[in-house]
């Protein structure tokens, strides 16, 4: 399971050192992509498989903005011997990585965000949200 934060600093080459915890989670090949809410998602093989085969699953006139948007922008990256990854410009744009990133685990998948980005994403769920979905969990 992919859990925890850490902050890392990007190069100006767009590198960044992927946590070793997370690095051991995903293997050594894993896919990168366009984020929800203005973030990266790093997925493992296996989970950039399942999210393939459900896109893939669904009526074209369903799957067509999906695709284009996790798809277009993907690509494989294999840390280098440092742990570095190399984010392509594209998606550095898209999630305002410039400096300071965050990585955050959320189970099956990791985000990649602009620090200051997530700490106002962070500072917007309340006491109140959390616990109307954890009543949908019945916890």
């Not at 946590?19 to 989670?25: A, E, L, Q």
């Not at 296996?46 to 074209?60: A, D, G, T």
């Not at 300071?100 to 602009?114: L, P």
Request: proline letters at 3%.
């Amino acid at each position: 399971m992919l859990i925890g934060e850490y902050q890392h600093n990007i190069d100006a080459k767009g590198r960044v050192a992927v946590p070793t915890k997370f690095r051991d989670d995903l293997g050594s090949l894993f896919y990168i992509t366009k984020g929800l809410d203005g973030c990266l998602f790093l997925l493992s093989n296996e989970e950039w498989v399942r999210l393939e085969n459900k896109v893939r699953s669904m009526p074209i006139s369903k799957a067509r903005g999906l695709q284009r948007f996790f798809f277009s922008g993907a690509c494989e990256v294999q840390p280098d011997k440092q742990g570095r990854i190399l984010i392509p410009q594209i998606l550095r744009e898209h999630a305002n990585l410039i400096k300071d990133v965050t990585f955050i685990g959320t189970a099956n998948r990791i985000e990649i965000w602009n620090t200051t980005r997530w700490t106002e994403v962070n500072s917007e769920l309340t006491e109140e949200s959390i616990a109307e979905a954890m009543d949908m969990l019945e916890l």
